[in-house]
């Protein structure tokens, strides 16, 4: 199998209808549920540019109400053929699913057709336990799709992650593609925080485990070559006394994640200087590229 035509990276026609058939139509990770404990608590976020938010509803009003409808608009004076009916926010779908709220803003699938074989594969894991601790935000300019080619393969650690490549078993890295996601898997060794399992879900959100804990990302396109990372992080213990740890393995984390930028910005350009023609994928190191492309394919049929 080749790699998709560098088009795909680089066209904004391409980006807007991957934002109506892909971002519009699956379920979108938002982050911990547990951010809207409180009554009047909400999220707001962007989904590829759609400005969605979701509240944990309270009595009282703003100027559109809790279910969505407008309530008022001041210093409008009086017109006969407007309606505030007419003007109320569009409703989104919502989903708790193990701790973790996800929305959909016209989902062309059930929630748990979306999950795959994720849920199987957190079986025994105490996902839900963990506390939210820190919110982290990255923006970087390449597509989302180049990032994603990155994050479901093992082909580029030795070149771009040297200590994470001393950190595992690199000749027993394995891909495998499944329903709704890819696993990738090493052998640990001594001293790394990662416990040797990452995860993607398609069509754009991640799950890492670590001793004590776990993070999530969702990976957000701004336009057609950026793109912004939201990452969460969960821990088993929150207390004072682990405070010191926690901040380093968020770092640890971190550092990982900002060594694929440089190489996603240089793909990002030798995409748009029309010199690259698409190559063949490792069948190896790459079998989570060929599902995620084929996910893409089937998606704009």
């Known amino acids: 199998m080749r790699n998709l035509d560098p088009v795909n990276y680089v066209s904004a026609d391409i980006h807007a209808a991957d934002v109506q058939?892909?971002?519009?139509?699956?379920?979108?990770?938002?982050?911990?549920?547990s951010?809207?404990?409180?009554?009047?608590?909400?999220?707001?976020?962007?989904i590829a540019g759609q400005k969605v938010f979701v509240m944990h509803t309270k009595a009282g009003q703003w100027v559109w109400g809790e279910?969505?409808?407008?309530?008022?608009?001041?210093?409008?004076?009086?017109?006969?053929?407007?309606?505030?009916?007419?003007?109320?926010?569009d409703r989104i779908e919502w989903k708790v699913w193990r701790g973790l709220l996800f929305v959909a803003i016209t989902p062309d699938a059930p929630f748990d057709a979306q999950l795959g074989d994720i849920k199987t594969e957190l079986e025994g894991e105490p996902i839900e336990d963990y506390i939210w601790d820190h919110e982290e935000r990255l923006v970087f300019d390449a597509n989302w799709k180049i990032y994603t080619d990155n994050f479901v393969e093992g082909y580029h650690i030795p070149g771009i992650h040297p200590e994470f490549h001393r950190a595992i078993?690199?000749?027993a890295f394995e891909t495998v593609a499944?329903?709704?996601m890819v696993r990738m898997t090493a052998p640990p060794r001594e001293g790394l925080f990662y416990r040797g399992k990452w995860m993607w879900m398609w069509p754009n959100w991640t799950l890492s485990l670590f001793s004590g804990g776990m993070n999530t990302s969702?990976?957000?396109?701004?336009?057609?070559?950026?793109?912004?990372?939201?990452?969460?992080?969960?821990?088993?213990?929150?207390?004072?006394?682990t405070a010191a740890a926690r901040a380093r393995t968020i770092e640890a984390n971190l550092q990982v994640i900002r060594e694929d930028f440089e190489v996603c910005l240089e793909t990002q350009k030798n995409y748009a200087s029309g010199g690259y023609r698409a190559g063949p994928l490792s069948p190896r190191?790459?079998?989570?590229?060929?599902?995620f492309q084929d996910r893409l394919r089937a998606a704009r049929i």
Not at 72 to 82: I, Q, Y
Not at 221 to 232: F, G, K, M, S, V
């Open 285 to 291: 190191h790459e079998q989570g590229v060929a599902y």
């Open 218 to 241: 969702r990976i957000n396109p701004i336009d057609h070559q950026r793109t912004e990372l939201i990452y969460n992080f969960y821990f088993a213990d929150t207390s004072e006394a």
């Open 35 to 46: 951010r809207l404990t409180e009554r009047g608590d909400y999220i707001a976020v962007e």
């Open 21 to 33: 058939r892909i971002f519009s139509a699956t379920w979108q990770l938002i982050g911990p549920a």
């Open 169 to 171: 078993e690199f000749d």
């Open 178 to 180: 499944l329903d709704g």
């Open 67 to 89: 279910d969505g409808s407008l309530l008022n608009v001041p210093f409008w004076g009086d017109d006969a053929e407007f309606e505030l009916s007419d003007w109320a926010l």
